[in-house]
Structure formats: C-alpha cells, structure tokens
C-alpha cells in the first residue's frame, strides 16, 4: 500500500538552494567543549513521486567548503588527516527508501564521507511549503543524525595529557533544507 505524501507537498522535481540550506555538524573538543562547523552544498535534488515509495533524495556537499570559524582548523580538517578534500572533494547521500516514521518521515539511504560508504536513516521533518516573493514554490525540510566519523575512516586523533583524546567520536549532523519546485 502506498504512503500518502505530506499533505502541501506537490510531486515533481526540487533543487536544493544552497544559498538558503546548511549542513552542520558538531564534535566535542577536548572533552569538554563543542566544535561546530558547516559544509558547503554543491547540489541536491529531492524528487517527489505519487507517494513516499516513488520518492527520493540525491545531496552533495563540498569538502572543500568547511567552516569552523577558525581558518587553520578548517585547513586540517580539509587535510589528509580528516577527510582529504582534495582527493576525495565530495561528499554524497543518495536515498534508496522514503518512508513514513512515528514521528515524520524517514529518508535510508547510502552516505559518502571520505570515500566511505554507509547506511544511513535520516529522520525528516517536513517543515511546510510556501511561494517566495519571487514566483518560487519553496518545500522545507530538516533533519539532524548522529554517526561515528571513525566509520567513515576518520580516525586522526591527539591524546591529551589528562587522558582521553582531542576529538570525539560522535558527530552531530543537522540539515535545514529549502528546495525549489522545478515544475
């Protein structure tokens, strides 16, 4: 049986619009405080079928394009220490399900980090609709996960003095989405 589509939402193709869409991420430093950074969007485009089934989701992020707000740091994350954007400069998702979740919406789907890939299941909120000043018909979407950067073969680290290391683990990514109907 087919999941019926977010009630505003009409099928048809969306391009994200970097310009007004970010893809976060926070790490603990140190133990002790939080790093937060974004990586630049290169493209997306969300495809909204008769359903959740025939939907889908293809995003890239440029590596290149970090920020922490710290030129240095970002320089090293950009670095063959972390992820080496200059060898491997794209990051994808590509979604193989859309489906309907107990709380929204769940998009699985194949993430690249690193020349790393792993399934991933972003849950989604649909955050409305509406038609921008300039004609454009507009979709909302957010959505914030939690992966291990050392499945993505991120494994640079620094042991402190105290014990522990400088980098944690886990890594917070959230996305805040603005797409545009290309219909």
């Known amino acids: 049986m087919a999941t019926a589509l977010p009630t505003g939402l009409a099928t048809g193709t969306y391009a994200v619009d970097a ?9 603990r430093h140190a133990g002790i405080a939080k790093v937060r950074g974004t990586i630049g969007i290169a493209a997306g485009t969300i495809t909204v079928g008769e359903d ?9 992020l440029d590596a290149a394009a970090v920020s922490t ?16 954007a200059e060898e491997r400069p794209t990051w994808t998702f590509e979604s193989t399900t859309v489906t309907a979740g107990s709380d929204g919406y ?7 980090i690193n020349g ?8 989604v909120d649909f955050e409305g609709t509406a038609k921008d000043p300039f004609g454009n018909q507009r979709a ?7 992966i291990n950067r050392k499945d993505f073969g991120l494994t640079w680290n620094a042991a402190l003095e105290t014990g522990g290391f400088l980098v944690g683990e886990k890594v ?12």
């Open 19 to 27: 310009s007004h869409s970010t893809a976060s991420f926070t790490v």
């Open 52 to 60: 959740l089934e025939s939907s889908s989701v293809r995003v890239e």
């Open 69 to 84: 707000g710290d030129a240095n740091r970002d320089q090293h994350l950009a670095s063959a220490d972390f992820w080496h």
């Open 106 to 112: 769940v998009v699985a789907g194949d993430l690249t």
């Open 116 to 123: 790393v890939t792993q399934q991933v299941e972003l849950p």
């Open 140 to 146: 909302g979407f957010e959505s914030e996960i939690e």
């Open 172 to 183: 917070k990514i959230a996305l805040d989405v603005s797409a545009i109907s290309q219909n």
